[in-house]
């Protein structure tokens, strides 16, 4: 049971998330693959929400320093930016982009990536929540695949 707990720990930690969270259930623990991958998904998810309603709020917070806050008020401008740029084409193109973003496990993406892109583009949860939620279905779907069902394609990728 300690070992289910780790996995969904692990899965909401940023960076590492359920790309890391996965391999960890499968090989360190030799846990079932539905449990982990469900497990993973919903541990990867369940900050998403308070990330969306708060972050900008740190942000702002954080951007209000004038010592250290030149990075929280650069990310805030880029988002501003972005959002006056976006006509009703990329509004719709959006949820496919974020999406993508998440599902791909890539270094640099995941749900707190996705989370804080849509903070960015100023979009609340219910605009942020779905695409962020399927992306890390898709992501979990992808990272199964190459440490479950094909890992000898994952060690050829790797080296």
Known sequence: MLSYLIVFLVSM???IELRGAIPLGLYAYDLHI??????SIFGNILP????VLFGGKVLKYFAGFEKFGKPFRKILEIGEKKVAKMNKNAQRALFWGLF??????????????????????GL?????????????VGAGAIIVTLFYFAPEAFKMMVG
């Open 34 to 39: 539905v449990a982990v991958t469900l497990i």
């Open 48 to 51: 998403v929400p308070f990330l």
């Open 13 to 15: 930690v940023p960076v």
């Open 124 to 136: 609340d949860l219910k605009k942020s929540i779905p695409p962020i939620a399927l992306g890390v």
């Open 100 to 121: 993508t973003f998440v599902a791909v496990p890539l270094p640099g993406t995941g749900a707190w990536t996705g989370a804080l892109v849509a903070i960015t583009l």
